[in-house]
């Protein structure tokens, strides 16, 4: 839900691109105004963000920019583009590092309670970049807060217990970057042969 408070009381609705583009109210001049404003006040969290111990890393690995000059608006169409964008990001929880703390803090209460005891307040943002990766190569189901569910269910029904996840996390942090190299190789490998070939070249 958005902080009424940025958006000085008005509806956060009028900040939908349609109605920006379209609409008399937003006069070009307002529209970049605006977009200064709220780009202030997104790259300060930002920044706080990406300089955070806790969710820096992740920050920087998401690509987790700060928005541009509205110089680089050439005209009232882009403008309004850049407009939109801006408040659609304040108005996720995620925009701040109070949002973020709070979500992974319901996040790891959700799935301590369903056996994953070692997820803690130290690995719940890799293990969120980590089931992305499960999620793309063995067709696992998004992860995040509002389909945290589909973890414990696909995992379920493929017969995934919870040590052998915390194993696979496991290697999966401490063999990232190899792992990552063989992704771009475009090779088709299973995760058994990677796991493999890694462990040989130790």
Sequence with gaps: MAKQGIFRDVDPYLY???IIKNSAWWEEKDIRAEYVRLAKVANKRIARIKSSQDY?????????????????ATNRETA????ANVALFLQK?????????????????TMREHGYDWINKGNIHEFRRFWKEVKKHEGYK????????????EAKRKRIDTKTLAS???????????LDTMKRSNE???????????????
Excluded: C, H
Excluded at 93 to 109: D, I, T
Excluded at 171 to 177: G, H, K, S, T, Y
């Design 16 to 18: 939908n691109l349609d």
């Design 56 to 72: 820096g890393q992740s920050a920087k690995v998401s690509g987790m920019n700060l928005f541009p000059s509205i110089k680089t």
């Design 93 to 109: 929880p995620e925009s701040s590092l109070s949002g973020l703390r709070g979500a992974a803090s319901k996040q790891m209460k």
């Design 188 to 202: 088709t490998i299973s995760s058994a042969q990677a796991r493999e070939r890694i462990s040989k070249k130790k």
């Design 142 to 153: 998004e992860y995040g807060s509002d389909r945290i569910a589909n973890l414990f269910k």
């Design 168 to 178: 696979d996390f496991k290697f999966w942090l401490d063999n990232e970057q190899a």
């Design 80 to 83: 309004a583009g850049m407009l």
